[in-house]
């Protein structure tokens, strides 16, 4: 047996709410097999401190070390922004950190396997009857009481624990908040198990009986912490540290398109003003729309596709329900703001709202080539990058607290000139049909300059990361 | 102990800024007043509406002040972003609420003179006036997030980054309207390459810039003044907070 290795380090962390300094120089270490409460006051910095290691606040000074799987240790986090996720996190924050149209069972699997945990459905129905929450596994998070979904959350982050054979790090914000006397010896019992396991288990609670079960605990009073206890002898030194699921990315893609499916949203969001666009084009007329030019009726004619692709995408309100963004955000990192552009893009709607607007023009005397009908879904698809490129915008300004309160379409006119340079491709289509060549005077120069440009508006807007 | 380490000149901020902004008013004023009735008619041949010129007077020392704003704007965010020191943040500051007010100066005034010249009031071919409108936009879209949202570290460092975003959409503006201007030629303004401009036309318009440049630093200074002084302030009713809370 020896002292346990410090899985996580803060270094002089200093940490800024507002225009108060919550935490002012802190040195901390978090050891293996290791169960640490964070106790103070309201508003005494406990969640902060807890978030900041698990990379959701930046750090004003100093900075955070975290385990690699070879038991070295690199920079997950400085004063100069986040750096990388943690390995072998699970969180659960005080808020959840889900969205209410996700189901019981589907989040338990989904949070397991983000953290790195392959979990059997026996395994799972076993752990849910042990909670009791069996009874509601098909259910949405948005019928459950505060108790359950309490539960719910905290357990999203034990199971990865749990359930893996090789240890990580479990952080619990208030965990036994909303629980009866039952779920808080559960949580108890699961806590020291993970203990047992090699796992590093810090809590921010005002619980005294969670506090009893932990080898240190650390009050933070005046932003300064004092520490009492000492870090356990263990003997997990060579143990494997649980890793990352690197497909979190294409788990959260997965994540991102089940909520639409169950709450298609973002679609009707995007279809009901490009409905009335097209409806609108009706009303004016399509000899008249015909009668000013092909230029005119491809501007028509893309202008309802173009209109859905810079609605708010539904997304951001999904990542701000229960602050299941800042769960994403724990264990994606960087990555998350580009995965979010894309999936939170309108992919589907560009193709039938451009077709159901040709129709509509098309009943009027439009001379266009007769072939062009088989070839404007190009134009349309390209739509798709401006889409990407006008999320990735309204992801830009979406860390703001406020968010009804800011105005990312102050910064859409820039998607302009790509709308336009399609509109441009299209009526070259109408005129002439499609042309494979290459230039700027085609049609395909055209839409592949619009796709360049809306791609390198994309890259801007979520390369510059905000913290 | 902070004022006696100033010059003489430098202990009243505020009466320098606000002498520059008299100074500088007075000046846009009279160069305005010189255009419209001392600059001579240009040549009608020329011009769809000569007339109508007469309003560069104030359009081109509003650009040019606009300009300077954006560029203390960049620095601001670019400053906050590396280094998150507050003489960054009130740059960004005074950045986005200079570059909003002569921005607006900007992108009005064009297209008026735009409807009268060109027969429309906007050209998406126009490089610097779509530029203008964009910055414009960002620093607007900035003012607006600093007054509704909380004033802290997460906040200005997407304020930062929409500062730093907004600066990388002018290369990107500047390729797409040259591209975009090659299949829509933006209206050409037939110039005479022997005649210049006229020695009253560049006085007036000379006039125009120093004096536009005078009202940027006395506002610039104003602003800065008034923020520093704001965080002072916040500082001091936090200690009283705290007071409060404690008895």
């Known amino acids: 047996m020896h002292v346990a290795r410090a899985l996580i380090r803060m270094v002089g962390g200093t940490v800024r709410r507002g225009s108060k300094t919550v935490l002012r120089e802190l040195d901390l270490r978090i050891h293996e097999s290791e169960v640490v409460c964070i106790v103070g006051d309201n508003g005494s910095g406990k969640s902060t401190l807890l978030e900041t290691l698990a990379g959701l606040h930046p750090l004003r000074e100093g900075e955070i070390m975290g385990p690699t799987l070879d038991g070295n240790q690199i920079v997950v986090a400085d004063s100069e922004g986040r750096r990388t996720p943690l390995q072998g996190l699970s969180i659960a924050l005080q808020s959840d950190g889900a969205c209410l149209d996700e189901t019981v069972i589907g989040r338990l699997k989904m949070a397991s396997l983000v953290a790195g945990t392959e979990i059997n459905d026996e395994d799972l129905k076993q752990i849910m009857a042990e909670w009791s929450i069996h009874h509601r596994s098909g259910d949405r998070l948005a019928t459950l009481s505060n108790g359950l979904r309490r539960r719910v959350s905290v357990l999203s982050a034990l199971i990865p624990a749990l359930k893996s054979e090789n240890h990580g790090i479990v952080m619990l914000d208030e965990p036994s908040e909303g629980m009866d006397e039952t779920s808080q010896q559960l949580l108890r019992s699961a806590i020291q198990n993970l203990r047992s396991l090699g796992n590093s288990v810090v809590i921010a609670t005002h619980d005294q009986s969670l506090v009893n079960v932990a080898d240190r605990v650390i009050r933070i009073q005046d932003q300064t912490i004092s520490v009492t206890g000492e870090p356990p002898e263990s003997d997990f030194g060579g143990s494997l540290f649980r890793r990352h699921n690197n497909d979190a990315v294409s788990e959260f893609c997965r994540w991102g398109v089940s909520l639409e499916w169950k709450n298609p949203i973002d679609t009707i969001h995007r279809l009901v003003p490009s409905i009335i666009a097209i409806l609108l084009i009706g009303s004016v007329g399509a000899d008249f729309i015909a009668s000013d030019g092909l230029f005119s009726a491809s501007f028509y004619l893309l202008l309802p596709a173009f209109i859905s692709a810079m609605v708010r995408p539904a997304l951001i309100d999904r990542l701000n329900e229960g602050r299941s963004g800042d769960w994403w955000r724990a264990h994606m990192g960087r990555s998350m703001r580009p995965a979010a552009s894309i999936v939170g893009s309108s992919w589907l709607l560009p193709l039938p709202l451009t077709y159901f607007a040709f129709i509509i023009i098309s009943i009027g005397t439009l001379d266009a080539d007769p072939n062009a009908k088989f070839w404007i879904w190009l134009p349309a698809l390209a739509i798709i990058d401006i889409s990407v490129a006008a999320t990735g915008i309204h992801l830009l300004v979406s860390g703001l607290r406020r968010r009804g309160a800011v105005a990312a379409s102050l910064m859409m006119a820039v998607m302009v000139w790509p709308f336009l340079m399609l509109v441009d491709a299209t009526s070259l289509i109408l005129q002439d049909g499609m042309s494979a060549k290459l230039g700027f005077d085609t049609p395909l120069g055209l839409i592949i300059t619009s796709s360049i440009i809306s791609v390198c508006i994309w890259a801007s807007s979520v390369l510059i990361p905000s913290d | ?247």
């Open chain 2, 1 to 247: 102990m902070h004022d006696d380490l100033l010059g003489p000149s430098m202990r009243h901020p505020r009466s320098m800024a606000i002498a520059s902004i008299a100074l500088g008013s007075i000046g846009v004023i009279i160069s305005a007043v010189l255009g419209v009735f001392l600059a001579p008619d240009v040549n009608p041949s020329q011009w769809r509406a000569p007339e109508a010129y007469r309003i560069i007077f104030l359009h081109v020392p509003f650009a040019w002040t606009s300009f300077l704003a954006f560029t203390v704007l960049f620095f601001g965010s670019l400053g906050w972003y590396l280094r998150r020191s507050e003489s960054s943040w009130r740059l960004v500051q005074t950045g986005s609420d200079l570059g909003l007010l002569f921005g607006f100066g900007v992108i009005t005034s064009g297209p008026i003179w735009g409807m009268a010249e060109w027969g429309v009031p906007w050209d998406w071919a126009d490089l610097r006036l779509n530029t203008f409108a964009l910055l414009t936009a960002v620093a607007l879209f900035i003012v607006m997030a600093r007054r509704s949202q909380f004033d802290d570290d997460t906040t200005r460092d997407t304020i930062a980054s929409v500062g730093l975003f907004g600066f990388m959409l002018v290369p990107i503006t500047a390729v797409a309207t040259t591209l975009y201007q090659k299949r829509h030629p933006g209206i050409v303004i037939v110039e005479s390459e022997n005649s210049g401009l006229d020695p009253v036309i560049r006085t007036i318009l000379l006039s125009g810039f120093i004096s536009m440049t005078f009202l940027f630093i006395g506002f610039a200074m104003l602003s800065n003044d008034l923020y520093a002084k704001e965080a002072d302030l916040e500082k001091e009713l936090k200690k009283l907070d705290l007071a409060e809370e404690v008895s």
